[in-house]
């Protein structure tokens, strides 16, 4: 059965920093594109940072020089370090491989 498992949220108060983890089983994460997205209350979902099947990374300009994806291929996990966390970050993450995504971890950054 593929699944991603989201682990790391919590709530942390602006300019903390939080590693969020995305632990695979079922599939092979360092041969496949993989990603972090976030929603936030009354908003669309949106891709955060991607990290492809070769280690090219890209993030959304919002998170840049501030959010770092990789990939732990002994651990099969994927990983999103967040730095400089900032109120308007609050959302719930998730994971993303094609087909398949985690349940989400909730990221709560207050002022």
């Known amino acids: 059965q593929v699944q991603l498992v989201e682990s790391g949220g919590g709530l942390v108060q602006a300019g903390e920093s939080l590693r969020l983890s995305c632990a695979a089983s079922g599939i092979i994460f360092s041969v496949r594109d993989a990603g972090w997205y976030r929603q936030a209350p009354g908003k669309q979902r949106e891709l955060v940072a991607h990290i492809t099947d070769t280690g090219n990374t890209n993030y959304a300009d919002s998170v840049k020089g501030r959010f770092t994806v990789s990939r732990d291929v002994a651990e099969n996990t994927m990983y999103l370090q967040m730095n400089s966390l900032k109120p308007e970050d609050t959302a719930v993450y998730y994971c993303?491989?094609?087909?398949?995504w985690g349940k989400g971890t909730l990221v709560t950054v207050s002022s």
């Open positions: 993303w491989t094609p087909n398949v």
